[in-house]
């Protein structure tokens, strides 16, 4: 955990993958931070590595981080991604061990012992309660739970809502300053909705924005959702 | 190979590795860009990822190569690094298949075939002389051999001139139009001579570089004696 | 190339895969290996390593293949397969680089290099032509290409003659001693009939065997189709 | 965690990676069985995959472990260690996470799921406290904690105590049916005495047996040991 990192819920990472980059890129994460300032909420953006200085200097509210990154120290290591690269970059996080870049379990635990040492926030995917709290041991900023439960929809807020419970409390029985985004196949502003007054801090989204027709627009809404549903919950 | 992509010789390739990044890349590359202009040569500069668009916008001359990149089409892969994107940063060419970013065969394939479709030129590492005709037979831009009997160096101006002639033909037999550089422990503008004048077009260095006091000086030295090298040997 | 290793046209390679396994692979083992000598026909048979010793002790015709092994020499390397435990389990060769287990140009090289050293012959997979001109530089005993235009049949007997009659002068192009296998959507026995008729040496099977409601039965199916089409295309 | 699968203190595991194989590998494991009638101690023995069958065919009490294995179910998956092969075979369970062989979380958690369902009982390595109690929420039946802190040796018996005790108190915190290997660079039957009177139920060693010029005598004297040490350590 690298403990100077602070995010206020709610909170909500969008996820590029290699769907978005450059000048495309570029926009959203402008109209992204756009949103943060409207909205008063937090934004993840986890740029390709390419665009992380360009976004990082545009940008004044979002916060940048790179999709992975290694755990080289600076030396050898052609193609690697260095952590002070990132970090002088301009990002102020790293995403580790998505399911589509999954990580050893002693490499993820240097990566983000990395991460602290050269102040870079640790975001860190698990598949399940069991997975979530294995992660939670190895103590990064925040837990990115893609619980296979709450995936699915429906009129099911009752159940989301146990679920959204039972891996907040399991990953805060392990370290009760660890954050949790529970990202679940949001596809629209109404899961967003939904998942956030189940009890989530924060939620995110990666597919349902970048094939959407009008990507700004559907982050537009799934953010003033987000908005809504945590004042909501909170003032309840 | 992407065709539109020239290359004329003498030519240099600077590997940072993960050893250099950031301002002090930048600052390295500027100033090779100011020597291929001096000295009427070509340097690939292989930029860490975050780095290549600043790079790329900041030289004239200088081919800014990744050191990396993945085969993903746009869309799924958080963490891999995009042909497309690595393009619009501004780099014109990729380096693939070193060994410590080795790749499967049908995976070097699919990238350098992505390479030409996106439009990067592709610089491709063997490690012997069997490797290096494989690897031609995949048609890349480059090959960079780097031939452990041509590592060592000493007072063996002889032998290294077989060793690059016969790495020269074997790779020219498969694809004449391929280029071929030769790296093999280049430790100062001693190596970078006698490599020169035996007979290779290309050569390039990263720990002699990167570890030096004076890396800037070291890569004038370099540049200075593959100059010198190649016009001698031309005009004998 | 282990030059010692012989095999003689035609030639099938039956490929369990993770399908089966234990007794059952046995079993089959067992078959196929009175189906050698009932039709004079070469056939490997990969087996998983853990079936590897009794396999080649239960039969006398059948030459077992591992299906994949690594470089490493004796000494580390928990979970790694060694070439001499292969070796002196009873296997007689190793496949290599297949779709599902895929090589680094570098790793291939120095495995089939262990495996001349060893006494093991090499059967490299290869997706395209190129590819497999690529693997051919490294000179296995055998390249399984598995080509894409081959794959899905219909009526078209003249184009698979020219695709096969391709792949073959390329690879012996480079080698006129590295025997093919084209392995492409073998469906049934008439898929086995086509492709040897069509001039191909040696075909093979996986999941048309393994997920057979017979597996036996279907394999003797191929066998005899095989037997048949090589007589018939010899001696035409 | 296969909860069928029992152990008794004391227990050691030998660990041949692929120093050992074949006929003598199957002489040591004869050896180590013998060894288990004689000081009623219980010895994992890790195989090569290839050596699975004939050592379980061989010994009554030695526990056949296989190196590594893969999650994939039955079906595709060439090259890839079957769960269901290697339980056929004979073995009882298998290594997992091994440094020279480390898998990702969710593959890790994966692959414990798997041997669960097929009946074999996990062994998974963790280089330190953090990874031993993230290991221990997957719920294994082993831990094989190789703490940095115990390598070296030296007079620190009371070190030693006390971080034996740490991990042994961190991993039983998750889960207290969880048992817990200290192996820590065991070079001889003195280190082996030192780290059971440490507290240590369990221990192991790989080099210091097989780069013995007799490894049976070194085997026989650090059984010797691990079992006057645990004798003396229960009943003072």
Excluded: W
């Excluded at 200085?53 to 992975?68: C, G, Y």
């Excluded at 240097?110 to 399940?128: K, M, P, S, Y």
């Excluded at 709290?133 to 190895?138: E, K, Y």
Aim: proline content about 4%; aromatic content about 6%; some cysteine.
């Amino acid at each position: 955990m690298f403990r100077p990192f602070k995010l206020k819920a709610p909170y909500f990472e969008i996820g590029p993958k290699v769907y978005m980059y450059g000048d495309e890129a570029l926009d959203l994460a402008i109209h992204a931070d756009a949103l943060c300032r409207k909205f008063d909420v937090e934004i993840i953006f986890t740029a390709q590595y390419t665009d992380i200085s360009r976004i990082a200097h545009a940008t004044t509210h979002l916060k940048v981080f790179a999709q992975h990154m290694d755990a080289n120290p600076v030396g050898r290591g052609v193609g690697a991604v260095l952590p002070e690269a990132v970090k002088q970059a301009g990002a102020v996080g790293v995403l580790l061990n998505h399911v589509e870049k999954p990580l050893g379990l002693s490499v993820l635990n240097e990566t983000i012992r990395r991460a602290d040492d050269v102040g870079l926030a640790t975001l860190v995917c698990a598949a399940t309660v069991e997975e979530s709290t294995a992660v939670a041991m190895l103590r990064p900023n925040m837990v990115l739970a893609e619980s296979p439960a709450l995936i699915g929809g429906g009129k099911r807020s009752e159940d989301d809502a146990l679920e959204v419970a039972r891996i907040n409390a399991a990953v805060q029985a392990v370290g009760n300053d660890i954050l949790v985004l529970h990202g679940a196949g949001i596809s629209d502003e109404h899961d967003v909705y939904q998942i956030i007054r189940s009890g989530a801090n924060g939620t995110g989204s990666t597919s349902a924005i970048m094939r959407s027709a009008d990507p700004k627009g559907m982050l537009s809404r799934m953010i003033e959702a987000m908005s809504r549903a945590y004042r909501e919950r909170t003032t309840d």
